[in-house]
């Protein structure tokens, strides 16, 4: 709080619920701070300063004249914190279902040994991207930790607005099982 003032701004980056977002900005309003609700909407690998951002709050178009300059895939929503956040976690629930999805075909075609019949079957669902498949796979186990604390954003943002987050919990499992996994090797 020492540090912020009316003439900075403050870029909430952190995968949390909206009304988490919402919380820490009230915190800190007295300060006068432009309050961002900044989305990470994709992996920065490979895209790097191209990766799409997007932004909300009371902040967010001071934001958007300070970078303009930059060409940073950065899209302005709203001055409304949380609805960056939003759109970030509702995203979460498609790309972290599918991914625990693949994960358990590929490791039950493992078990069955046919990786090859159900790498098809998969292929077939996305468009035939294999390279997708894998990216899966791999960017599930590698980032499972940092991924569980997603998951739970998007229970608490669903559990917000009475909706039983199923299959969010189901996906949030299933990285946990892949940390466990990694944590043994």
């Known amino acids: ?9 403050f870029c909430e980056m952190n995968t949390s619920a909206p009304d988490k977002k919402i919380e820490i900005s009230k915190i800190l309003h007295s300060s006068g701070v ?35 300059n930059y060409r940073l895939n950065l899209e302005y929503l709203s001055a409304v914190t949380g609805d960056a956040s939003t759109r970030k976690l509702l995203r979460s629930i498609v790309y972290k279902g599918v991914a625990a999805v693949i994960c358990e075909a590929m490791e039950a075609g493992k078990a069955f040994d046919l ?14 991207n294999d390279e997708l498949i894998d990216r899966f796979v791999e960017g599930s186990a590698i980032h499972a930790g940092r991924r569980i604390h997603e998951m739970d954003a998007v229970c608490d943002m669903l559990i917000h607005k009475n909706i039983e987050p199923l299959l969010s919990v189901a996906a949030k499992n299933n990285l946990e099982k892949l940390l466990k996994q990694k944590l043994k090797s």
């Open 115 to 128: 990786e090859n019949y159900i790498r098809g079957q998969i292929s077939s669902v996305i468009g035939g």
């Open 34 to 68: 432009q309050f961002v609700d900044l989305a990470i909407m994709a992996p920065v690998p490979p895209n790097g300063i191209k990766t799409p951002f997007l932004a909300s709050g009371p902040g967010a178009n001071s934001l958007m004249q300070k970078l303009a």
């Open 1 to 9: 709080m020492p540090v912020v003032n009316a003439g900075k701004i």
